[in-house]
């Protein structure tokens, strides 16, 4: 029962609660039978002592903690309903003021409260509206990767070694004249130029022929290994092969290859950007929306309490370490690995968990102000998509997620929306030619790269 609620302090209330002693007497009967299995008086086999006897023998008040533990959550979640405030964290500084079997039992507690923020001018805030737009040179790229996914290795004769080149080499590493573990390997596949190895190495392979024996001589990097960091190495090696990678020609018949709906390779090209104007234009307008909401969360006025943003960074922890969980990845492992523990971890996050809280608070308040609300009939869609997702029945789902959490998130996606909708993209400038022109330069050069 809520006997009184004042606020106390900014975002603090304190709430004076009690327990009748029917209530409070009620649950020591509970604790007592919960706990009579375990206990075991002179005179009685074990669970079998009436209260009566344990109290006696114990003191009255063998079981007011346990019956406390039993009556308090009812107790206080019915108080802060009652008292109409939204707690943000547990009860704290919690003091029991009372406790017997004839009185019941009178408690105070401090509840931090979610935060009464203002917010103005979140309509038409202005945000950066990225370019969409999908050039010759963009078509051209994604031309080269289709060519490097579909291209073939073959081996190379009568030449010398060359940058691009994959050398299939032998190795073994010598510091002092002593090999060191890591240091060998048999048949490695390298491409000279791409920086696997430590600088120096590849290209001392550069201008040998299949089948030379040679030494490369390196200094390992201040930064390498402890053991090995700053010290000259030999490197005993042994070129077996040369290989390069070869290209399909760019031409109808490539085009065919790689995609079974197009006959030709201006057919592809067209295909090609419509493919990535639409991905241009996806991006875009996310890259827009987290501009917007970077916007709002920046209008958020209020004192904010720190226990939001803790609780945000224990569950971006707990969900950070689910992943890892899922990949097989021991949290503490990652960490060490990374070179951090757990603290270390939350300061890092700690920005993005601040703005994730203020975006929360201001979602919130912008759709109470704009009295944005969700229907039964848009949460049963939202429950049949999820359905449909899981190869699940609705009502399966229904037991799992409550309606309410479904319409809060309906509510924030509206809302985001509303926002977006609402807000001044700025574009940048063109050159000074007209985007007509520009368009169909574009066209030009990309039929005549077709041709």
Not at 70 to 86: C, D, K, L, R
Not at 277 to 301: G, H, I, P, Q, Y
């Amino acid at each position: 029962m809520l006997k009184s609620a004042n606020k106390t302090e900014t975002n603090i209330y304190t709430l004076e609660v009690a327990v009748s002693a029917e209530d409070f007497n009620k649950a020591i009967v509970k604790a007592y039978n919960k706990q009579k299995g375990k206990i075991q008086l002179p005179g009685f086999r074990k669970g079998k002592a009436p209260l009566a006897m344990i109290e006696k023998f114990y003191g009255k008040e063998v079981f007011f903690e346990d019956a406390l533990d039993i009556v308090y959550p009812e107790v206080v979640g019915a108080a802060i309903e009652e008292a109409g405030i939204e707690p943000v964290a547990a009860p704290h500084d919690i003091d029991v003021k009372k406790m017997d079997k004839e009185t019941g039992v009178e408690m105070t507690m401090k509840i931090t409260v979610k935060p009464e923020i203002t917010i103005a001018n979140y309509k038409g805030v202005e945000a950066d509206k990225g370019d969409a737009t999908v050039t010759a040179d963009d078509v051209k790229k994604e031309l080269a990767s289709m060519q490097e996914r579909n291209s073939r290795t073959v081996t190379v004769e009568d030449r010398k070694a060359k940058k691009n080149d994959i050398a299939v080499i032998d190795f073994e590493g010598f510091v002092d004249g002593v090999a060191f573990e890591g240091g060998k390997g048999e048949n490695y596949e390298l491409t000279l130029g791409s920086g696997q190895f430590i600088p120096g190495f590849e290209e001392q392979i550069v201008g040998h022929n299949t089948g030379d024996e040679f030494d490369v001589n390196v200094t390992f990097p201040t930064e390498y290994a402890e053991e090995l960091a700053g010290k000259d190495a030999t490197f005993k090696c042994k070129l077996h092969e040369l290989k390069v990678k070869e290209l399909p020609a760019l031409d109808d018949e490539f085009a065919k290859d790689v995609d079974d709906e197009v006959e030709t390779l201006a057919e592809l090209k067209k295909k090609i950007k419509a493919d990535l104007a639409e991905k241009k234009a996806e991006e875009v307008k996310r890259n827009f929306e987290s501009a917007v909401l970077e916007k709002v969360v920046d209008l958020v006025e209020g004192e904010i309490p720190e226990v939001m943003f803790d609780n945000k960074l224990e569950d971006d922890l707990k969900n950070y370490e689910n992943q890892l969980a899922q990949q097989g990845i021991p949290l503490d492992m990652y960490l060490q690995y990374m070179g951090m523990d757990k603290e270390t971890f939350k300061e890092n996050q700690k920005p993005n968990a601040v703005k994730q809280v203020k975006l929360q608070l201001a979602v919130e308040k912008i759709a109470e102000l704009e009295k944005i609300e969700a229907t039964d009939e848009e949460a049963d869609a939202k429950i049949a998509e999820m359905a449909e997702m899981y190869q699940m029945e609705a009502d399966q789902i229904k037991k799992f997620v409550a309606i309410e959490d479904v319409k809060k998130d309906i509510v924030g996606e509206k809302t985001v929306n509303f926002l977006v909708d609402n807000a001044k993209a700025i574009v940048a400038e063109k050159p000074k030619k007209t985007a007509k022109k520009a368009a169909k330069k574009e066209e030009e050069a990309t039929e005549a790269a077709a041709e």
